[in-house]
Structure formats: structure tokens, C-alpha cells
């Protein structure tokens, strides 16, 4: 059943993906995928932490959306592609920073997403013990 959930999640995340680098306009700077690969560390840390604890989430879903969704809305083709441009074109410090930037990003938007997935999850446990 994975596989199924995988396929469509999937196919939401391509598009998603293909929706917000071609509504935001092209720069020399690679913005669209930093910023889609910073959401996507985020969204997979919530998949991960809050969607496996929660009961009403199926562990399928969870690996759906996570595999599915975020693997295919995140790009780490694209981030390779770009940053061998820059430094073919001569633009190593401006590659330097998208590097630094997406693993620095990278880290801390995961540990937010992570940070966040225990308050909610602390907030639901609160509300159905009736605290």
C-alpha cells in the first residue's frame, strides 16, 4: 500500500515543486531551490516525528508522505547542478554560500521541525488526557 500512497504523494510533490521555482522568477542565486529544500528538511522532520506518533496516522501515510511527497518536492540534484555551475562560471564564493546555506539551513530547519513536531505532540497528548 506504500508504494500507492508513495506514487500519488509523489506526484503532488514534483508539481508542487514545479509550482513555486516557476512562480518565483529565475536570479543568479539559486532562492527557489534553498528555499524549497529548507521547507522540505522541515516538512520531513514533522513527517517523520509527528506523523509516526500520531495514532490516527497509518506508518504507510507517514512513509507516503515523506518519501513520496517531500522526496520528490526536495532537490538535491538541482542543488548539485547549481553549485557546479556557479563554480564553472568562476562564482566560487557565491557557491560557497549556497553550500553553507543549504547544510546549516538544512540542519536547523530540521531541528525546528523536529522542536515543533514535540510541542504538538505534547499538545495533543495534554488535550486527550484532559490537562
Not at 103 to 130: D, H, K, P, Q
Amino acid at each position: 500500500m506504500y508504494y500507492l500512497y508513495i506514487a500519488i504523494f509523489g506526484a503532488f510533490g514534483a508539481v508542487t515543486r514545479y509550482w513555486i521555482s516557476s512562480a518565483l522568477s529565475p536570479a543568479e542565486f539559486p532562492y527557489y531551490t534553498l528555499l524549497i529544500n529548507l521547507i522540505g528538511c522541515f516538512l520531513l522532520a514533522v513527517a517523520l516525528k509527528y506523523l509516526t506518533a500520531h495514532p490516527k496516522f497509518s506508518r504507510d501515510l507517514a512513509i507516503g508522505i515523506g518519501t513520496g511527497f517531500i522526496g520528490s518536492f526536495t532537490t538535491f540534484s538541482a542543488f548539485s547542478a547549481e553549485v557546479s555551475f556557479m563554480i564553472s562560471r568562476g562564482d566560487v564564493f557565491s557557491a560557497a554560500c549556497y553550500i553553507f546555506a543549504s547544510i546549516i539551513g538544512g540542519f536547523l530547519s530540521a531541528a525546528l521541525g523536529f522542536y515543533v513536531s514535540s510541542r504538538m505532540i505534547r499538545r495533543r497528548e495534554r488535550r486527550e488526557n484532559g490537562n
